[in-house]
């Protein structure tokens, strides 16, 4: 396991909901997360992750596209799930403008190439499941949401390879921005 963030060699930017909504998904994101000994995580849009620079540029980025954008409302389309452990199962979510736009902006201004693809989910369970068991868990649960609000930008720091439960375990923030005031909400020195 990493010992410190400064191993978390990648960042992850994250679309967070709003406080009712994240109630509501961490509920039960932590419920599966026990149900199936997996990690609980805060529920969040990947829109984009790249590897660190030394001057974190990068959070400089961040912090200045959040400054001028909205919160975004997006809707569930349907409970899916894989074999990849980040996406044991997990929310589809309909396209939106401006998530592709967030995530264009960041691709051009972060100093160091990447080729994250974006895939707009929520995932709800981090874990490797039998096919049988994620089948059963997609019919099963109910996300109870019909839209989410998402108004807060997350750089989170995270290892190479997310590959094993224990790459999952140690991600650190690194800085939290309010959507359409930029304020930041919370800082993590490296």
């Not at 975004?72 to 452990?85: D, F």
């Not at 108004?151 to 290892?159: K, R």
Request: charged share 20%.
């Amino acid at each position: 396991m990493p010992g410190s963030c400064a191993d978390l060699s990648r960042v992850a930017f994250w679309l967070v909901p709003h406080c009712r909504e994240r109630a509501a998904l961490q509920s039960l994101i932590n419920d599966l997360a026990r149900q199936f000994s997996a990690p609980e995580f805060v529920p969040h849009v990947t829109v984009y992750s790249c590897r660190r620079t030394p001057g974190q540029r990068e959070l400089a980025v961040m912090a200045a596209l959040a400054e001028n954008r909205r919160p975004v409302v997006m809707r569930p389309t349907e409970l899916a799930c894989s074999g990849r452990l980040t996406q044991a199962l997990f929310a589809s979510l309909a396209e939106h403008p401006a998530l592709d736009g967030l995530s264009r902006a960041l691709h051009a201004g972060v100093p160091l190439p990447s080729d994250y693809q974006l895939n707009p989910h929520l995932s709800l369970l981090y874990q490797k499941l039998a096919a049988a068991t994620r089948d059963s868990l997609v019919r099963e649960t109910s996300l109870c949401l019909s839209e989410i609000r998402f108004d807060s930008l997350w750089a989170v720091a995270i290892p190479e390879q997310l590959t094993t439960l224990e790459d999952l375990y140690d991600w650190q923030p690194l800085l939290i921005s309010r959507l359409d005031s930029a304020r930041i909400v919370d800082t993590l020195d490296t």
